[in-house]
């Protein structure tokens, strides 16, 4: 497991709540993803971890990998359009660092963003643990199906 010293949000990526996906800009113009620690705790023991094939385009909202936990299976989705670059390799061979260490070597895929305001609507900074507070209370992640 991870050092209980990390935050559950690391304040320098950004969110999207509702699918649970931190998104980290590199400096390339790629953007880093992965599951929050909160969902990798929900899916249990990760399985398998199955991504979209490099290159592949996918719209926002659907699929860009798809995990399938004791608890869950289901898919990763976008915040925003855009291609995968690459994916973790990793997790070919150990899916169980999307829950040991979501923020590190647990990352999912490297996306190409398809255009230039992909941070949009993602939450950033000290707003993320308000943001997820305010998710949770509505309940909405009840009704998630992968």
Do not use: C
Not at 3 to 11: Q, R, T
Not at 59 to 69: D, Q, T
Not at 96 to 109: F, S
């Amino acid at each position: 497991m991870t050092s209980s010293d990390e935050p559950e949000f690391p304040e320098h990526l950004l969110y999207d709540i509702e699918n649970q996906i931190w998104y980290q800009p590199l400096d390339d113009g790629t953007v880093r993803a992965g599951f929050t620690r909160w969902a990798a705790s929900l899916m249990g023991e990760i399985l398998v971890f199955t991504p979209k094939r490099v290159g592949f385009d996918f719209e926002k909202n659907r699929s860009f990998a798809v995990v399938e936990g004791g608890k869950w299976v289901g898919s990763a989705r976008a915040a925003f359009d855009g291609a995968v670059v690459i994916h973790n390799k990793l997790l070919d061979r150990t899916p169980e660092l999307l829950n040991q260490d979501p923020y590190g070597q647990g990352w999912m895929v490297l996306i190409r963003p398809s255009r230039g305001d992909w941070r949009g609507e993602l939450v950033g900074g000290a707003s993320i643990r308000p943001a997820f507070d305010a998710w949770i209370e509505t309940g909405s992640y009840r009704d998630r199906n992968g």
